[in-house]
């Protein structure tokens, strides 16, 4: 038997975990784009922090092709595409994520990464 946490991010308005399978789907690829690899003691090949990217190498190339290989590991994922701007400075990345689930659903994700270590959306 497996289970998993819920956080706060996976509630609605009521404390209830949310009902629509893309909204998790969307909350899980937040998670697997802000948990730092190796730190999730259930699978330690899981998530690839965006904000240690951001605060390293700032190597955008590398860190989009390795948001998309994390993102694919989900079995959810039938296509994937990101693309980064970056904002200049701290004001952070813009990432906008695309997802074709195997469902044959779109998802498109955009937040903003800032400076401060921060998730924002526009």
Do not use: C, Q, Y
Request: aromatic share 4%.
């Amino acid at each position: 038997m497996s289970s998993e946490w819920v956080m706060l991010d996976d509630l609605d308005a009521f404390a209830a975990e949310h009902s629509d399978p893309m909204a998790a789907f969307e909350e899980d690829i937040i998670h697997r784009i802000t948990t730092r690899h190796g730190s999730n003691l259930d699978d330690e090949d899981f998530g690839e922090s965006i904000f240690d990217w951001l605060s390293g190498s700032r190597d955008l190339d590398g860190m989009k092709a390795a948001l998309v290989t994390e993102i694919s590991r989900d079995a959810r994922t039938a296509a994937v595409s990101v693309s980064l701007e970056d904002l200049g400075g701290d004001l952070g990345v813009r990432i906008t994520i695309d997802v074709e689930a195997d469902s044959g659903e779109l998802l498109r994700i955009v937040r903003i990464a800032t400076g401060g270590g921060e998730l924002v959306s526009e």
